[in-house]
């Protein structure tokens, strides 16, 4: 696994940010990152490094003009460049350059700061290093090549022809394991028949490929299911079984589409499962389409106050459940999560609509909290994003 050029852009991690020439090495494998505003030190650049510059007095193509050879041959992955400072625009030769000997060119937008844009890209850099320092990552990821090397009737070839209108999902669990009397091996096989029993249950196919502390579920919902649902019953049930086996359960999902991205995929699980665990989740699923959103939230963890903010809005339902035996939290959560539609929740439910209504009319009491509100919705949603990702 890498962080490759084009992962800028697919995760947004630089919003603004774009390829402007050079595409055909948007490949280029990303291994440091250094800032140099006057390119006068040129021979001290290092092979896989992204060069970032405002490009001073890159706009003299005659000081200038063999400047992409150079780096090219030096082994740079390729350049970023941001104009707003001494150029008003990336110089024409630059891009002829750069789409000659296809190396990389990004024009990153003047409002981004060095400082943030060194953070996010050295973030990034670590994560992969992390994960690549990880053998069972590592010796998953190889049985998983040798499906793909095995012949075009491996398991994975035949869910795609099976598919039609349903989805195959990766779903990429790591455990993390705390103070327990059991085995981990025990610990590990519990949580694996739990989730594997739900997936059956919802699926036509389920796979698994297995190595260490990492197992992968290889999944073909039936179209049926929205992942939305399936998201939120995994939840739940990492919710449940971390508690029960006192273990951190993180899954990283992913949605395969071709079997010529079949590692592609599995690696965006992982980035995603990596991400949970960087941001210090105690359980839970991050599907890699949302892993934007999960970097915004580890940034509000970090501040301390997420978890006060949490426990304070959802106390009085947390006390009321355990007080009653009831279940208004997680009424109230499929509440948010199906868009505050009253019947598909009451469905979902396996209730009737005034039943419904009734402990949603409970919960705006106990809370006094009027839920009609865009604020309060937005509020409650965020409450309980950070109380199944963050409090035991």
Known sequence: MAFLIRNIMELNLLEGAKVVAGEKGINNEILWVNLMEILDALDSLQK???????????????????????????????????????????????????????????????????????HVLLDNINLQLNVNNDSDFINLRNKLTHVVNSGPHNYISKMLELKGESKIYFFLLSVHYMDSNESKNSILLKGVDKIKAYFISKSEEVELEWFG????FIVLLKKEFLFQDINFDISKILNSISKELKTNFLI??????????????FDNAMSSQQTLNKMGAKKGICAFEDIKLFKLFEIMHYSNYSVKFSQNILKPIIDYDIVHKSSYLETLKLYLVNECSITNTANKLFIHRHTLKNRLNKISKLCNVDFRDYYSRISFSIAIFIYDYFIQ
């Open 213 to 216: 502390e990492k197992v992968l």
């Open 252 to 265: 990283g999902a992913s949605e395969l589409k071709n079997i010529n991205h079949i590692l592609d995929i």
């Open 48 to 118: 896989g490094e992204l060069l970032v510059t405002t490009g001073y007095n890159i706009d003299n193509e005659d000081q200038y003009k063999d400047i992409i050879l150079r780096l090219k041959n030096r082994g740079l992955c390729g350049m970023a460049i941001q104009p707003g400072y001494y150029i008003d625009q990336i110089p024409e030769y630059i891009k002829d350059s750069a789409n000659k000997y296809d190396f990389p060119i990004i024009e990153l937008p003047s409002n981004l700061t060095f400082s943030h844009i060194m």
